[in-house]
């Protein structure tokens, strides 16, 4: 299936981490960042965009060997909503269905990403994994709705995607509690690495620090 991208939302102070920086922590033999773009090209993007704010020099430099493209929010403190019309201006109109998902979660399966592409195919416009009735992330919306995510409430969000095209909408749920695991927080991090590596997160290195 042609026209599957992704936007990988990284422009943000992580202001709640406390000082280290999120998309830039380890993550196994990987940063964080590097774990979602692995994570959404393997389960069916055939193009990438990261939207890049805060740090992003350091960011293009750590993704210097992945081909993805890059978007730029000049204001990382904005809504997500200004980082979602930055990218999407960005994408060719080749673009049939595009997901969206922050940086916060890094664990994703990449079937889950399968998955949702499976139930647009099927006919859904918008797709939005779940586990135990929580609602999570990456989320895909068709292309269509190009105009729609352009012109997002920034108070409200893509909720009001969700909301407009309820009948359209399919909530998918699946096995992995980690599309409701994001990594906000320092603890969070830590708790998030320990279940997945068995292990701890390696001492604060260079990437860390503001």
């Not at 692995?38 to 055939?46: C, H, M, R, S, V």
């Not at 980082?83 to 922050?102: D, F, K, M």
């Not at 989320?139 to 969000?157: Q, S, T, Y």
Request: include cysteine; charge should be negative; glycine fraction near 10%.
């Amino acid at each position: 299936m042609k026209g599957i991208a992704a936007i990988l939302l990284a422009a943000g102070q992580s202001r709640r981490m406390g000082g280290p920086f999120k998309p830039l922590l380890p993550f196994g033999q990987q940063t964080v960042i590097q774990s979602c773009i692995n994570y959404l090209t393997q389960g069916g993007a055939e193009s990438l965009i990261v939207v890049l704010g805060h740090r992003a020099d350091e960011i293009r430099k750590s993704l210097i060997d992945e081909s993805v493209g890059f978007a730029v929010n000049p204001d990382p403190g904005s809504e997500m909503t200004a980082s979602i019309a930055a990218a999407v201006r960005q994408l060719p109109e080749t673009t049939r269905a595009i997901l969206i998902a922050p940086v916060d979660y890094p664990a994703v399966p990449a079937d889950v990403v399968s998955s949702l592409v499976d139930e647009w195919i099927k006919g859904f416009r918008l797709v939005k994994p779940t586990h135990h009735g929580r609602g999570g992330h990456p989320v895909l919306v068709d292309f269509a709705l190009r105009d729609e995510l352009l012109n997002l409430d920034p108070g409200i969000g893509l909720k009001c995607l969700f909301a407009k095209y309820e009948t359209e909408t399919k909530r998918l749920e699946v096995g992995s509690p980690f599309v409701a695991r994001d990594i906000d927080t320092w603890d969070d991090y830590l708790h998030l690495y320990r279940e997945i590596f068995g292990e701890s997160a390696p001492e604060p290195g260079k990437n860390y620090s503001n």
